[in-house]
Structures are given as structure tokens and as C-alpha cells.
């Protein structure tokens, strides 16, 4: 298929999906008289549909400005938003089909239809948003000229105005206008998010800092409050381009605070603190300020559920696969790499309300103090800490790395990370058990299947480097198939071999080069993202 006829078809489903979308929230109006649980519903799959239409309609009017691989992604998405929305339809039909006309009887099982409906629509609301984000990288003024047009919602005129306000007022062109301002690229002025990132240092309690267990992360109060903050911290030494640096944290610290953390697998970045040494003539530090999920209760690193925590059902597993691969996803669309994707940088919220005691709770990634952005060149100083390195791409490992660093390390990085959470078997071991990262003496697992000196820098550090790889590909292939089964396999496998040669879902890192970084996030999208929303347990 050519090009234009990708877009053109592209464009086409589009149209399909709307008037999919469209004539099922009507269907619902029917029931606008029904009890007021139903009413709730209806309006919350309505606020739903109302930004879904909006996202379509703007991809219908830049699907010109998208390369191939790009439209052939949406075209896939599309393709499964109208199977969820046909479903949807059926299912409101068959409830309506027995004795015609709106019976209170059947309130509750429209309740449940709508339900239904929510679900599939938040699930692939959180597949088609990554994919949509990308968008914002296009280098082209076209993306900039739709952004300021304000949206028109056309399914909602059966609906009072208070409503239709409610539903129309939180476009999800705005916060794309701020983050499209935020990545850098040459805006005007008035595009650029109008947001003060820069906190005082003395806003917050530094005294009652608290290290979060197995993490390098501190949850420290707001001076005078009971107010808790997440800390990310970025120690100013002297191998560090600390001007470079403080400008990349601004400039992460902006992005984060644009991204629904509820899709992104990211909390909301608070602001940015920059803290000098005890002189107050040099800076000491620089401090990445994130808010905590409402309603949730002290976190836990993955790490600390690795070692102390009983086994969870596949399912919550699974949820926190799905919420890793999101935040991967978003870190790379802001125009970074992470360099630090492993157990101690991401925190598991248990929610207070929890109805399921087997729930973990939602998982997001920190740990942002090795972050660079996509553009420049990355220092290759490393560390000989193995359980670290045991998160790394083998090339990138030991003192001095051998490559720079490049999307695809990350990706390898999340496999590690998707393999130890498939197993749910901790691959460090920490002798204290303390949590105390300072001095903590640390081992590989039994079920790594690894010695210390499997991690030695040495001269044949290379060849032990490799070997690390294909113990960690071996362990994906034999052990997590009955625990997890084929199609996660598939996906921890994909990431772990990313940058082998011939490897046929993300290529040769030379193949997968453009001008706005699309193609690695395209690939990324189809190939592990989408791979692990197919999988139903």
C-alpha cells in the first residue's frame, strides 16, 4: 500500500470509528430518564468518548504529516477501538431487543453494559495515547495550526449546556499544546507552558527526609504540612556538566508536569529545587519534586515487594507490566532515555480503598538522576556495582561504557525488569534486610542462577557481559512460559534481544534513526505495548 492510500485509509477508519463512537452515545441517551447511577455512567463513558473524539479528529486533520510506520499504527488502533465499540453496541442491543422500550428492570444490566464500555475504552485510551503523543515530536507547522483550533464535540447536543461545558472543557489539546511547547523544539511564545517548575528549597521539610526502602528515592513533607513529596536527587559532582544537567532537569521536570499520570506510569513532576553545598557558593544537588496519587498509602519499592511480598495473581502482574512499558514509552516521547530502569527506581502505591486485598496498586517509574536527552551525547562513565549492571545492555556496563546510550538500552533494561516481575522472584538478594541502601551488601539470587564474579570488570568483561544476557534470555525462554505464558514470553524475549543482529521487531538501531525519533517509539508501541494489551488472562 502506497503512502497516500495509508492515509487515506487510515482517515477512513477514522471516520468509521466516529460514527461507531457517536451512534452507541446515543444509543445511551435513551436511558438519560433512568435512575441516577445510570445517569453517572452515561455521562462518564460520555466525558470519555468526548476526548476520544477529539484525539481522532485531530489525527483525521495531521494524518498527512505522519510517516508510514506512524499511520500504520493508528491504523491497527482504530481497527481495535471500532471492535470495542461494536462490542459495546451488541451487547446495549441485546439488552434492549427482549420486550422493546427502557424498563426499569433492565437498569442494572444497562449499568453493567456501560460498564463494559468504560473498561474498553479506558484500555484503549491507554494504547492509542502513547501512539498519539508521538505525534507531538512531528516537526511540522501543520501539527502546531490544529493544536490551536478549539475541538467541536458533535455527539453531546442531545445534553444540557452545563453538561456539554463539563464534557467539552478539559480537551486534550491543551495539555498537548503545553507539552508540544515544553520539548524544546522552536515554538512561539504563547505555546510554551505557562507553568512556574522552580520551587524554594525551603518549601520543603529536608530534616524529616525519608528513604524509601530499597530505593534511592525520599519521601520528604512540605515545611508545615503533613504533605509528602517524592525527591528524585541529581548529586552535582565533578563529573557532571552541571550547567547541561540543570537545564535537562528544568526541562524534564516541565514535561512531567503535562503528562495524566493515570496513563503515563509517571507522577506528575511538583517542580524543580536547586540546592547549594553548606557554603551556599556552589550547587550541591538538584531535586526533581513529584506529587503523591490521592488516596494512596506510603509506597513500597518493586524491589521491596520482590523480597518481602507474597505472590500476586497474574493479572496484577500483568497490570504492573502494562504500567512500566507506558512510562518507558512516555520518558522516550518526552525526547529522553531513563539509564536507570530497574526494581529500586519504581514505587508501588497500595491504595487505601482498595476493593481487591490482591492488588498491588499502581506502579510508577522514578529514579531520574542518569536521565540525558535523546539528542546528546551521553557520558560513558559507569560504575562496577553489579546489581546494577545486571539492568544494563551489556555494552553498556562496568566503568567505562563501550557505546552510547540509546533508546533500545532502555527497552533491554525494561525486559530485565518485565522478567524478574513475570517470575516475581527477586534476582539481588540484600543481607541486612534492612532496605538501607547506604552499604547494603547485596548478592545475586539462587534463581538468577549467577555468581559475583559472573559481574567482574575485567579484561574478558565483554564476554562475562554477554554471558549475563543470554542467562537472562535462557531464563525468559525455560522458566516463564508456565508462569506467565507465551505471548509475555514473547514480549520479555523482544526486549532482551532488542539489538541483536536480524532481530526482526525493532531492526538495526541505523533503520530505526529519524529526524523526530518516531520510529523507535512506533516499533516500541507495536511491539511490546500492544503485545501485552492482547494478552487476556
Request: glycine share 6%; charged share 25%.
Amino acid at each position: 500500500m502506497s503512502a497516500v492510500d495509508l492515509v487515506t485509509t487510515a482517515i477512513g477508519t477514522a471516520n468509521l470509528c466516529l460514527q461507531h463512537g457517536q451512534k452507541l452515545m446515543k444509543a445511551y441517551q435513551d436511558f438519560k430518564s433512568a435512575d441516577k447511577q445510570v445517569n453517572e455512567k452515561i455521562l462518564h463513558v460520555q466525558s470519555i468518548w468526548a476526548r476520544t473524539e477529539i484525539q481522532i479528529e485531530f489525527v483525521k486533520q495531521v494524518a498527512g504529516a505522519l510517516n508510514r510506520e506512524h499511520c500504520r499504527i493508528h491504523l491497527q488502533i482504530f481497527d481495535i477501538l471500532i471492535s470495542k465499540l461494536s462490542r459495546a453496541a451488541t451487547k446495549l442491543e441485546a439488552v434492549l431487543k427482549e420486550n422493546y422500550g427502557v424498563k426499569k428492570w433492565k437498569f442494572p444490566f444497562v449499568r453493567d453494559a456501560i460498564d463494559e464500555a468504560i473498561l474498553d475504552l479506558d484500555q484503549w485510551q491507554r494504547i492509542f495515547d502513547p501512539t498519539w503523543y508521538l505525534i507531538l515530536l512531528i516537526g511540522d507547522e501543520l501539527i502546531d495550526k490544529k493544536l490551536s483550533i478549539p475541538p467541536s464535540i458533535s455527539h453531546i447536543s442531545t445534553i444540557d449546556s452545563s453538561q456539554t461545558e463539563m464534557l467539552s472543557g478539559d480537551s486534550p489539546l491543551v495539555p498537548a499544546q503545553r507539552f508540544r511547547g515544553s520539548l524544546g523544539a522552536e515554538r512561539e511564545k504563547e505555546s510554551r507552558p505557562k507553568i512556574s517548575i522552580n520551587l524554594s528549597e525551603s518549601g520543603l521539610d529536608w530534616g524529616n527526609a525519608a528513604q524509601v526502602k530499597y530505593s534511592s528515592i525520599y519521601l520528604i513533607p512540605r515545611a508545615a504540612s503533613k504533605k509528602k513529596f517524592a525527591v528524585d536527587t541529581i548529586i552535582c559532582d565533578q563529573s557532571l556538566d552541571i550547567t547541561s544537567a540543570r537545564a535537562d532537569a528544568e526541562s524534564l521536570a516541565k514535561k512531567l508536569a503535562q503528562l495524566d499520570r493515570r496513563t503515563a506510569g509517571l507522577l506528575n513532576c511538583f517542580g524543580f529545587i536547586k540546592r547549594k553545598d553548606a557554603e551556599g557558593r556552589k550547587l550541591a544537588s538538584l531535586h526533581l519534586v513529584f506529587s503523591l496519587p490521592a488516596e494512596a498509602s506510603e509506597p513500597k519499592s518493586l524491589r521491596h515487594h520482590f523480597l518481602h511480598s507474597k505472590d500476586f495473581s497474574l493479572t496484577t502482574i500483568l497490570t504492573v507490566a502494562r504500567q512500566l512499558v507506558s512510562a518507558v514509552s512516555y520518558v522516550h516521547t518526552c525526547g529522553w532515555v531513563h539509564k536507570n530502569i530497574r526494581p529500586e527506581t519504581i514505587l508501588v502505591f497500595p491504595q487505601q480503598k482498595a476493593a481487591d486485598a490482591c492488588a498491588l496498586g499502581p506502579a510508577y517509574l522514578l529514579g531520574f538522576n542518569s536521565f540525558r536527552s535523546v539528542n546528546f551525547r551521553t557520558m560513558r562513565a559507569g560504575d562496577d556495582e553489579w546489581d546494577r549492571n545486571l539492568y544494563r545492555y551489556p555494552s553498556r556496563q562496568g566503568l567505562l561504557a563501550q557505546e552510547d546510550y540509546i533508546m533500545q538500552h532502555d527497552v533491554y533494561s525494561l525486559g530485565v525488569c518485565l522478567l524478574e516481575l513475570g517470575l516475581w522472584e527477586s534476582f539481588v538478594c540484600c543481607e541486612s534486610g534492612t532496605g538501607d541502601q547506604r552499604g547494603e551488601k547485596k548478592r545475586p539470587s539462587a534463581s538468577l542462577g549467577l555468581e559475583l564474579d559472573s559481574f567482574q570488570s575485567q579484561e574478558e568483561g565483554s564476554v562475562l557481559s554477554a554471558k549475563i544476557k543470554a542467562r537472562l534470555v535462557d531464563l525468559a525462554r525455560t522458566k516463564l512460559p508456565s508462569r506467565m505464558g507465551d505471548k509475555y514470553t514473547s514480549v520479555v524475549v523482544t526486549c532482551l534481544t532488542c539489538l541483536d543482529p536480524g532481530n526482526k521487531d525493532f531492526g538495526d538501531d541505523e533503520d530505526m534513526r529519524d529526524d523526530d525519533g518516531i520510529l523507535v517509539g512506533v516499533r516500541f508501541i507495536e511491539k511490546v505495548l500492544l503485545k501485552l494489551e492482547e494478552i487476556a488472562l
